[in-house]
């Protein structure tokens, strides 16, 4: 009898870990895929594994999280940190000879905006390193708040905003002579 | 201006027309209905293949790899039976005739001056004789 009752407990538990899992892949896979695709470097489908192998993750751990936001910065914090060994993985495979991979394809090629602009985004964010990058992306691009990319990427707010004030300054450096294009307020045309 | 959980630092305009460019064009399309779809259905059914207690799976491939280390470890550290024998004489002949041959493969007798012409000397007188006019 006492078997059967703890049987049916975990079921229930297993069952509640079942439906938080499923309302955390529904709410979060469009983020997900969008901030991993950021990190990659435009890949749609690197940043679809990434995405995924992160929300594996987040089943593994779900049973150590109670609350919905800790899980959350947790999950980004697995996501971020895939990302950076993606690109990692890519650096070491063009570094001993995948010439294919010396360009890379135009990231979103179905998107409506110009592919070479997308591209120079592209390079200018590649040109940052790895803390700057993804601090941007996450507060600027993806709209996460200071203390939740700190947590996110393990250090201080302070640290944070200085990444974040460093990648802006070489950003504006880099794309200024995209001039009206960007800064100014043009329709995607080139220079 | 931001909300009060915002705690982003507030931009210049220039900056935050920057930021907002780069957001806008920098941006995987969107997933379809169908796309998302196939994400989720995959994430959930790779996750309903995990087991409740994912250190049980690592369990079986740590133990077959511990095991086949333990066999090799016994396997190289038993008693050979060479390592106590004492080299008889046979062995020992058979030895150094090897080390004889590996000697000479490597200092061909042909080219050492020093060595007795024997097969020379056997050669008959004619023959000698060819031999000295060609060489």
């Known amino acids: ?191 | 201006m931001n909300s009060p959980d915002d705690d982003r630092p507030v931009l210049a305009r220039e900056d935050a027309e920057l930021v907002k460019r780069v957001a806008e064009i920098y941006a995987p399309p969107s997933l379809t209905a169908s796309e998302r779809r196939d994400f989720q259905g995959r994430v959930l059914a790779r996750a309903g293949a995990t087991p409740a207690r994912p250190g049980l799976r690592l369990l079986v491939p740590i133990a077959t790899i511990a095991a086949a280390a333990a066999m090799a470890m016994l396997w190289m550290g038993r008693p050979h039976p060479n390592d106590s024998a004492p080299i008889s004489e046979t062995e020992s002949t058979q030895v150094s005739r090897i080390a004889i041959w590996e000697y000479e493969l490597i200092n061909p007798p042909e080219l050492d001056d020093t060595r007795p012409q024997e097969e020379v000397e056997m050669l008959p007188d004619e023959y000698v004789a060819i031999a000295s006019l060609l060489l």
């Open chain 1, 1 to 191: 009898m006492q078997t059967g009752t703890a049987k049916l407990t975990i079921d229930a538990v297993e069952e509640d870990l079942e439906a938080r899992f499923r309302s955390f892949v529904a709410s979060h896979t469009d983020r997900a895929v969008r901030v991993a695709w950021r990190l990659v470097g435009g890949d749609e489908a690197a940043a679809k594994d990434v995405a995924q192998e992160a929300f594996l993750n987040a089943y593994r751990a779900l049973p150590r999280f109670r609350e919905e936001a800790s899980l959350e910065t947790w999950f980004y914090r697995i996501l971020v940190r895939r990302a950076h060994n993606y690109r990692r993985w890519l650096a070491l495979r063009k570094l001993w000879g995948a010439p294919w991979l010396d360009d890379p394809p135009d990231p979103a090629p179905s998107a409506g905006s110009d592919p070479m602009l997308r591209r120079r985004i592209a390079k200018a964010l590649d040109r940052l390193t790895r803390r700057q990058r993804e601090a941007f992306v996450l507060v600027h691009v993806d709209g996460f708040s200071v203390r939740q990319a700190a947590e996110m990427l393990g250090m201080p707010a302070g640290t944070l905003k200085s990444h974040l004030h460093r990648a802006l300054t070489k950003l504006r450096a880099e794309l200024e002579d995209l001039g009206n294009t960007l800064v100014g307020g043009g329709e995607d045309e080139l220079p």
